[in-house]
């Protein structure tokens, strides 16, 4: 029986796809001059979703036969989607037209890209999480292509689709393997089910290697979706290629959205068995900050920098995933949210310099951008010190959150081992800093300026100094919001 | 809340001091001609060395505890951080120092820094926020994140306003201390967890750790802290920051920054981790000797002028943690004056650099020569603080020299010993440096036409000379605010754990530095 009740505690989602279908309805009758309309709408279609889940937010619902979660955990983080896919238009209307790929498809996508990532945080039952995954997936292939005449993008594109779907793959035969040895997919049932055998000390062996595979298979799914080290080849040459905006896009929130599975999956289904994956991510954990940090600091090109920064922001997440208890899941969560903000800004400032071409993307062209444009130059810097870690800055406030889980788990030496690349990587980010006050301008920089992104700028800008001195509001949301634990 | 003395002047004193130079800065915005922005600046500064005074007035010294306590206010509730600040004997000190310094950086940099003045004197007002918040938290992360925060402004100051070779030295310096931070950033997490889940630096200081703890958590704090002061061997980015570095950045790192990490000993490693502390003093005062004789040794190859500072400052930190490590009241109490001290003095010298190279645009002591003859007052002004350098009798410096020795012959003999050699090398670069500056005949022609030092300039040395000669002669100004808490600070060494533990170390330690290390024992 279909539950009808349960059709409007998804209204959020089901809203996101009838805007998106009304985007591509509306896009051939809007001239191409009135184009930022259907930005306007996109706009409303995430401000009215918002607005429902905050109607929905202190219910802990399992929906459509636990197909479904309707719980705290998943609304924080689908606040975090809302609020980066606002950013995203925000950055994108004027980056579109200067590209010339103003077409109403490109908000239809990226709504739909949102509506499927908010299916995978909320995802009860793996093909639910699966189904999510593909949906934002493809939305994403072809946003990453959307500047078609442009061989990188189209690169980017195939790339990241190739790699894709390879990966989706793995985690479906994990997945299978999953239901091979329990007989389901649903993540309740699962875990009850490795609890139960657990308990049972002959169980665990019976599964032969099995489930030693299917977590292997599950984390290399994830960690491909979170840009792990050794899974994070495609994204240098992703985020280099894509729209910038969609650059921005990817590296928050679909990362954002597939640790939030990532920590739903291994903590309910495999919370039982932590030892034998802890190791596992610790080490992932740890050539990813490694890799990441190591690596940006040889790059020319600011997207691509970018790019090894998010994979070593990955890593320090990944802390938080390793640790896997209370401390550990809210201040991943609230990494994930802070990183949000401090990172969209520092793509904001880079889209900015962006005026067709390859213009403003090689680290150069921000040389001695403080003496023709103070304030940006200064919000790159509030951003990069922030991406650094510094206090007061809401970038020391996740960091110092996650060291604080590392250290009370016992692994004081994995926090020893975050502090040491976070100051490699302050190398880096200082450079940005470094180009823009401290040489002298070469020619003119003109920006590409705009009302939606300054104000996305402002707004991103005021959030990150914000919550480094006041950060106790965003903490005390995110323990209310962690996942129940055993 | 038996260890506070709650603030009752009947506003927030300490927390004013912390806002003016904001404010000052907010006002900075708004303004564009320069002449204006200075002299906002200038007033800001002064404002907030007005309002520090009541600290000197109506500070206690007959109690260690905590006075003029505002908190604890919570900051971030669920994980037990508060705003607290509070000022002991210690801090009290530092913090009317950095006010002191302020304007008189200011007042350096009038003319100096002609280019963004309006960013010059911001970072160098948030400078003074950063630095007094340091010195008057007492939550361990407030603490952390003013110690931080404060590295932002400093490579800005070096980084834009600095000399030729100013990025690779502003960088140098960040990713140095900014390493030595971050291990402090871990212990304090573990130390929250060992102290009962709190960051309170009172609370944290009458906890018990276990030696083992303490052992790693003061590794952590010790290269955080050794590489602020710094004491060798990680003391290489200092000369390349001095050098670099405007005038007032000069100034205000080596006569503020620098203290942060001897305070950081004072207030952390001694009082918190008595234990591991005693394990390391054998190694911490091999460095410091080994600081004071090749930082001294050093100073007397240099030909650039703020190299040889640097290097004296090596040598003189050394005399900080060797008395602060020697762990009696001579000795604390001498390391403490010697940081004052060190203040007013190097800060001066750097001064007096600053304002011949604003007219020669050199400072190779080879390009000097007989400047006394065209610049009277700037001979006299060079003569008075090197021989406060070198730790003359009658000056500040002396004293606190010979408390520090004193104190380190009462307990480590052969230390004391070599320690004295500094002095003697000190006397030795000192008057040659300022032989071959001041006097003998003009060297160049062109110096020959040099003005004197001006009524701004003569401003900002002025009341530092006043006090050179003051705490020479009447140490006991100083003095006076440090008893109780040195004092008390002993008592909390000692009392926790027995001295034979001193040996631990060198017992650990194989080879010639380990035979070394029982020889200091």
Known sequence: MFPMADIWLILPEILLVLYACAILLLEPFVPSSQKAILAYFSLAALALA???????????????????????????????????????????????????????????????????????????????????????????????????????????????????????????????????????????????????????????????????????????????????????????????????????????????????VFLRVFLSVFGGVQQDWQAILIVLSVVTMGLGNLVAIAQENIKRMLAYSSIAHAGYAMIGLVVGDKLGIYSLMLYLMIYTFMNLGAFGIVILLQRGGISGEAISDFTGLAKKHPLYALLMMVFMFSLAGLPPTAGFVAKFNVFMAAVNAHLAWLAVLGVVFSAISAYFYLRIVMVMYMKEPAGETVLATSPALSIALLVAVAVVVLIGIFPGPLIDYAQTAILPIR | MENFILNDLGYPQLTLLLVIPLIGTMFLAFLRDREKIRVVAMVTSLVNLVASLPLFFYFDPSTYKMQFVEGPYPWIATLNIHYTVGVDGISLLMVLLTTLLTPICILCSWRAIDKKVKGFMSALLIMETGMIGVFVALDFVLFYVFWEAMLIPMYLIIGIWGGPNRIYAAVKFFLYTLAGSLLLLVAMIALYFAGGKTFDIVTLMNGHYPPAFQFWIFLAFFMAFAIKVPMFP????????????????????????????????????????????????????????????????MALAQSDLKKLIAYSSVSHMGFVTLGIFVMNVQGIEGALLQMINHGITTGALFLLVGMAYDRTHSRMIADYGGIARPMPRYGAMLTIFAFSSLGLPGTNSFVGEFLVLLGTFMTHRGTAVIATLGVILAAVYVLWMVQRVLFGPVTKPENAGLADLGMREMAALVPLVVLVFWVGFYPMLLLNFLHATVGHLLEQVTAVAPPSLTEQLADRVTGPLGNYLKGLL
């Open chain 1, 50 to 260: 918002g607005f429902t889940s905050f109607r929905l937010i202190h219910l802990d619902y399992a929906v459509f036969s636990g197909m479904y979660l309707l719980d705290p955990y998943s609304t924080f983080f689908k606040f975090l989607l809302y609020i980066a896919s606002a950013f995203v238009v925000l950055l994108s209307m004027n980056y579109i037209k200067i590209e010339k790929i103003n077409i109403g498809e490109y908000y239809a996508f990226l709504l739909i890209a949102t509506a499927g990532m908010m299916v995978m945080v909320s995802g009860g039952d793996l093909i639910t999480i699966y189904l999510g995954l593909e949906l934002n997936s493809i939305c994403f292939y072809v946003l990453a292509g959307f500047k078609r005449y442009e061989e990188r993008s189209t690169e980017a594109s195939a790339k990241y689709f190739i790699l894709g779907s390879f990966s989706s793959g793995i985690l479906l035969y994990g997945i299978s393997i999953l239901y091979g040895l329990a007989g389901t997919t649903n993540l309740k049932e699962l875990s009850a089910f490795f609890a139960a055998s657990s308990t049972n000390s002959a169980a665990i062996p019976s599964f032969g290697g099995a489930l030693t595979v299917a977590m292997v298979l599950l984390t290399v799914g994830f960690g491909f979706k979170v840009a792990a080290v050794p899974f994070h080849m495609w994204t240098p040459d992703v985020y280099e290629g894509a729209p910038t905006p969609i650059t921005a896009f990817l590296s928050v929130s679909s990362k954002a959205a597939s640790f939030a």
């Open chain 2, 234 to 297: 990680f003391h290489t980015w200092l000369p390349d920051a001095h050098v670099e570095a405007p005038t007032a950045g000069s100034v205000i790192l080596a006569s503020v920054l620098l203290k942060m990490g001897a305070y950081g000993f004072l207030r952390f490693c001694l009082p918190v981790l008595p234990h591991a502390t005693l394990t390391f003093t054998p190694l911490i005062l091999a460095f410091s000797v080994i600081a004071i004789v090749y930082g001294a040794y």
